[in-house]
């Protein structure tokens, strides 16, 4: 019996969908199986962190005074909750992590944006002056602050505010300035207008280093807050660090950190699906 090329060219073209789809099916299943590992991961590096905290103190390695026990600081966090409001602070310090990262993240990336487009003379006499204003501790700032704003929720924010500012002016003007070259080069050929350039290669191209920038401008808007609040505020997360740790209180020290811990890592975690959802377009 003979076959021809033509029956089997024909063959595989019906055959090629079915395989793709078998390949698409065991790719999920890879990815569902590493999360997996990776989830019971994390969760036996917790289990072993836990256990060995707990025989430190039961050991008597250091004294539970100073490094607390797994147990008091579960039920630290309890009575925290219940009966100390931690909740309504938790909630205060996310409120103005997020309005300060929406602001700060906004501000920063128009102007890096902006200074990037400049011609390069430009961004050579502004860029000693960035690096100064980025250079500032921004904890020896949170005094002057709280003297314009008042203890309310503006000083924290203002804090928050020029964390995040710098970080993403940073990162959305250096996004603009490493553009490949080549590609200039090729799209200057096709005569586009300035906007053209900028709307459909320039942003683009940057918008890898303004998602970098964003993931780690929330995590400086959440210290910004918290250390804002520890030197002065009504509420916050970090007042009942102060409030916990004034009074000796480490189970309630410890259990205020590890919560805050955990938001900022569900966070964190938040920001890198937004980047891969955002930037699933991207082939290289």
């Not at 103005?96 to 929406?102: C, E, L, P, R």
């Not at 904890?139 to 503006?154: K, M, Q, R, S, T």
């Not at 995040?164 to 005569?191: E, K, Q, T, W, Y």
């Not at 929330?218 to 102060?242: H, N």
Request: some cysteine; aromatic content about 10%.
């Amino acid at each position: 019996m003979s076959v021809s090329l033509e029956d089997v060219s024909t063959q595989g073209l019906a055959t090629s969908p079915a395989h793709s789809e078998a390949m698409r099916t065991a790719e999920r299943r890879l990815r569902r199986r590493r999360s997996w590992l990776v989830f019971l991961g994390r969760l036996l590096l917790l289990v072993v962190a836990c256990l060995l905290w707990w025989a430190v103190g039961a050991l008597g390695w250091l004294s539970t005074f100073y490094i607390s026990s797994p147990a008091e600081v579960a039920q630290a966090i309890v009575t925290a909750f219940t009966v100390d409001g931690f909740g309504e602070d938790l909630m205060s310090t996310l409120f103005a992590t997020f309005v300060g990262f929406a602001v700060g993240a906004l501000l920063g990336i128009l102007v890096g944006l902006g200074l990037g487009v400049l011609p390069p003379y430009i961004n050579a006499v502004v860029d000693p002056f960035i690096m100064a204003l980025n250079s500032l501790p921004r904890i020896a700032l949170a005094p002057l602050f709280i003297v314009f704003f008042g203890l309310d929720e503006l000083s924290k924010i203002a804090v928050s505010i020029t964390l995040v500012f710098f970080v993403l002016l940073i990162s959305a003007r250096s996004g603009i300035l490493n553009v490949n070259p080549d590609l200039l080069h090729l799209v200057s050929a096709m005569r586009l207008t300035r906007a053209q350039l900028f709307t459909k290669l320039m942003f683009p191209a940057a918008l890898p280093s303004i998602f970098a920038g964003l993931t780690i401008g929330m995590t400086y808007s959440l210290l910004g807050v918290v250390s804002a609040e520890i030197i002065a505020s009504k509420r916050g997360v970090g007042v009942l660090i102060q409030q916990y740790s004034g009074t000796f209180n480490m189970a309630g020290t410890y259990a205020v950190l590890i919560v805050l811990a955990i938001v900022a890592a569900l966070i964190n975690e938040l920001m890198l699906q937004a980047q891969r959802a955002a930037l699933r377009w991207q082939t290289v």
